[in-house]
């Protein structure tokens, strides 16, 4: 348990934990008191949290593929690569991109003008709806706000993009078909919630610059919202 991945995996579930209690408490509670109503503070203090712990999602799944690429490319060095000291500083440094992608959110959407009793197509504060909902200009805000999705979605995709082909690269010069499955499906595990994570959040992405119906977008979000952080525990439990 004091392995790197699960040092990595327990960090990912508190990510996930905080996810989902940014937007699961306060649907639960509409749906019971039938009051579907936030205040403009309660939502931009919603929007700040889910941001953060998605993203902080986003980079820990790239330090894990970095584990995985460092576990099958330089195994006599594992050890000595991941060591604490820079499990620690990958941790520290993802909080610290989450912390910035949040703030920058934060900033962009407080600065939008709304009319009184605006009611959002969604079942939380999503970025994409505020700014369709905004009563100002916004032309720049909508290029911003995608602008930066692109930059902390991008980066950490080409880090699991360039891990893998280090990976695939490194088990197809393994002469025996055992070895490749055994190299392979250490790394199972951790492609699945890549998969449902991105895949997921991807098609919301694009779902909210193409389709003008909130109510996809809304299912999708559920999906990737809800949905994907309680599968990363049963498919890491699974593999363990």
Known sequence: LHEPMFYLLSILSMADIGFTSTTVPKVIWDIQTHCRVISYAGCLIQLSFFNFFGCLDSVLLTVMAYDRFVAICHPLHYTVIMNPRLCGRLVLVSF????????????????????????????FCDPPQLL?????DNSTNKILVYFIGAIFGGIPVSGIFFSYYKVVSSILRVPSSGGKYKAFSTCGSHLSVVCLFYGTGLGV????????????????S????????MLNPVVYSIRT
């Not at 559920?222 to 952080?229: D, E, G, L, R, S």
């Open 96 to 123: 610290l991109m989450s912390l910035l992608d949040s703030q920058l959110h934060f900033l962009i959407i407080s600065q939008l003008s709304f009319c009184t009793k605006v009611e959002i197509p969604h079942f």
């Open 132 to 136: 369709k909902l905004a009563c100002n």
């Open 205 to 220: 992405y694009l779902s909210s610059t193409v389709s003008h119906s909130p109510r996809m977008s809304a299912e999708a």
């Open 222 to 229: 559920v999906v990737y919202a809800v949905v994907t952080p």
